[in-house]
């Protein structure tokens, strides 16, 4: 059975995604692929076993890597980027600081570890070579030197391996996300100053900088317009003194467009009421198109949705229209008269491609079917997109649209001993709350199986999340939907829970009140979940238990801890424990005050140790940067204290989305051999 699990764990942590931290929401697709210009050449990351490393196709060859990354190291690769020209690629390999400085080290490697940037030359048999340390490359027009990030400023090098760097401006604040003008004498950016931000212009020429309109406001996500002589970028609210802001309520937002000389900003749109905030946590939450219509995602529908508009605000259309349906991802065809956007439009639990007129909308379905598709793209004018299905993880693929199917590229996963009919199907399930609250999921049962069996509860994490009925487009997840494979082929009966707060069902959805530390309003979600497994034929009442990472260990904890009588043991992957407890990791981003402290230990699954007698395996990383490791440890010391019996898997130096193949096959043989002793 080991080695079944093992084969499982193969087909999840080979996802073509690198991410893996878990944050409010991931996309790695832009990051992680890379066309030339001329569309001849396409790059993407592969992550086998946790090897990763870089593919190249060129034209009708077949891929092939161009990097020998050999090593379980943890460590990312993303960035991809190719020269004008196309005769160089760059990468950046290595993931972000923590606050202390210290980079993501998941193996202990007692070298260390760094953030750096890569150049490979196409035309050359060498190993890629180190630039610089940093991240987020951008070429230069000429493709002889690139910008880039590195603590929160901009830099500037060739591509030298023995070229020092140097400091592209001098500027307060964290200056990021740089753009060329249309003409390539300009450089677009944002100065972050923490309550405001400004957008910045700087000349390549003059050497000096000018401010956009600057106002006591957040100003992000600045574009030009195709001719350079206009910037468009939205705008927040500044924060206030002692403002904590809560990043499920959403924010208002408008939309200003400026001229690029003058710098004066003219207002040409506002949302109605806080449906930014969400929105714009995209790859690119603004756009200006060729044909001169601006671009946006809002959720003043109800969905997430994209708009159209002229530059001065007229004729706007939602070019994504449908109740029932929110939109991910676009990208813009290269005649810029039509967007490509991933979603779940007409099929709620799954994503895939549509195409929408720029100015008239109109969606037309490109994919279909049991398949899910996410992250169109563009080389040239062949349209590409990652694709998954029930049995197989996410993978690069070719969408002909003539004949509305999608052709993987290549199969990373090839091990002889893969037996796809060993996954079921995911069946959908629909259940109500307690408080009448019609609740998605999918369950998980071999029917092959004769007589009664456990059954399990699923929760993601985020909240920020949706499980589907396939191979999940997030490494994170794409491992927890093969794990539930696994426990249903091992003989368990698994329902994954899509509580209230997560996304695919609509804003009022998402924002659901009294949630998280306001009232845990969720809980009774899980609740309704388990209820729906005791009432299946082929499940064991009594033998219930849950399971999840994150949110999802939070809400593990939290069946644990106020429903004995139903829940008889969880396994907890890096949960928050107490929503009320002093560190930054816990609170940040809810906007809790002072006074919401009592409420928040109360919505805690430590408000009802009481009550809590089931075994728990708790798991976590010691690195993590989303949850505080000491939300595990207080809780563990706490339970034992009280003489429930409590097992703990910790990995030294991993962070919170676990980064190492090694890693997660200890988590699932863990949770897999903590299940059957204590629900078999």
Request: aromatic share 12%.
């Amino acid at each position: 059975m080991k080695n079944l699990l093992t084969l499982f764990l193969t087909v999840a942590a080979s996802s073509l995604f690198a991410q893996g931290l878990e944050q409010f929401f991931s996309h790695p697709f832009e990051s992680d692929f890379a066309s030339s210009a001329d569309g001849k050449h396409i790059a993407w990351v592969i992550n086998d076993q946790g090897k990763r490393n870089v593919m190249l196709k060129t034209g009708n060859d077949l891929p092939r890597a161009i990097t020998s990354y050999d090593q379980d190291d943890g460590q990312e690769i993303a960035h991809l980027l190719f020269s004008p020209n196309a005769t160089k690629l760059i990468y950046v390999r290595g993931g972000s600081a923590n606050q202390r400085g210290e980079r993501p080290n998941p193996a202990s490697l007692s070298e260390g570890v760094e953030q750096a940037i890569y150049f490979k030359d196409l035309s050359s048999k060498n190993n890629p070579s180190k630039i610089t340390q940093g991240s987020n490359p951008l070429f230069y027009p000429d493709g002889l030197k690139i910008l880039f990030s590195k603590g929160g400023q901009i830099y500037e090098t060739n591509l030298d391996i023995n070229a020092e760097p140097k400091l592209l401006f001098h500027a307060r604040g964290t200056n990021h996300s740089p753009k060329f003008s249309p003409n390539n004498l300009e450089i677009l950016f944002t100065s972050d100053r923490g309550d405001h931000s400004f957008t910045g212009i700087f000349s390549t020429v003059t050497k000096k900088i000018r401010w956009v309109s600057p106002d006591v406001s957040l100003d992000n996500f600045p574009v030009w317009s195709p001719d350079g002589k206009q910037i468009a970028f939205i705008r927040y609210d500044g924060i206030k003194i002692d403002e904590l802001r809560n990043y499920v309520a959403g924010l208002k937002f408008s939309i200003w467009v400026a001229d690029a000389e003058s710098l004066t900003a003219k207002k040409i749109w506002s949302s109605p009421a806080d449906d930014g905030g969400f929105a714009q946590d995209r790859e690119k939450p603004l756009t200006w198109t060729s044909t001169n219509r601006i671009l946006f995602y809002s959720e003043h529908t109800g969905w997430n949705h994209v708009f159209s508009m002229n530059p001065d605000g007229t004729d706007l259309k939602d070019i994504t229209p449908g109740d029932n349906s929110e939109v991910e991802n676009f990208t813009l065809d290269a005649s810029g008269q039509n967007i490509y956007f991933d979603g779940n439009k007409d099929d709620i639990d799954r994503r895939h491609i549509w195409k929408s007129s720029v100015t008239a909308g109109n969606p037309v379905a490109v994919t279909s079917g049991e398949g899910i598709e996410m992250y169109p793209a563009f080389g040239g004018t062949q349209l590409y997109c990652y694709r998954t299905t029930i049995n197989q993880p996410m993978a690069l693929a070719k969408v002909d649209e003539s004949r509305k199917i999608v052709v993987a590229l290549n199969v990373t996963i090839k091990a002889p001993a893969y037996v796809p009919q060993l996954f079921v199907k995911p069946e959908q399930v629909i259940f109500k709350a307690a408080d009448g609250t019609v609740i998605h999921g999918q369950l998980f049962i071999d029917r092959k199986i004769s007589g009664k069996r456990p059954g399990l509860v699923y929760m993601h994490g985020g909240p920020e999340r949706q499980m589907l009925l396939g191979f999940h487009y997030m490494d994170y997840y794409s491992g927890d939907y093969s794990f539930n494979q696994f426990l249903a082929h091992a003989g368990y009966a698994v329902v994954a829970v899509n509580y209230r707060d997560g996304i695919g069902y609509g804003k009022n959805f998402r924002q659901a009140k009294n949630q998280g530390p306001r009232g845990a309003s969720e809980y009774q979600d899980v609740v309704a979940a388990a209820k729906f497994l005791q009432a299946l034929p082929e499940v064991e009442a009594s033998k219930i238990g849950l399971w999840g990472g994150s949110y999802g260990g939070y809400l593990t904890a939290m069946g644990l801890a106020r429903n004995p009588e139903i829940f008889k043991a969880g396994v907890d992957l890096h949960g928050v424990h107490d929503w009320s407890f002093d560190a930054q990791d816990a609170t940040n981003g809810w906007g809790l005050a002072k006074n919401e402290m009592e409420l928040a230990r109360n919505s805690s699954p430590v408000a009802d140790l009481s009550k809590w007698v089931a075994p728990v395996l708790f798991i976590h990383g010691d690195d993590d940067r989303n949850v505080q490791f000491q939300q595990t440890t207080d809780l563990a010391t706490k339970l034992r204290g009280k003489n429930v019996p409590v097992e703990v898997i910790v990995f030294p130096d991993e962070v919170h989305g676990f980064l190492r193949y090694e890693t997660w096959q200890k988590v699932f043989n863990g949770a897999k051999d903590f299940f059957d002793r204590k629900l078999k």
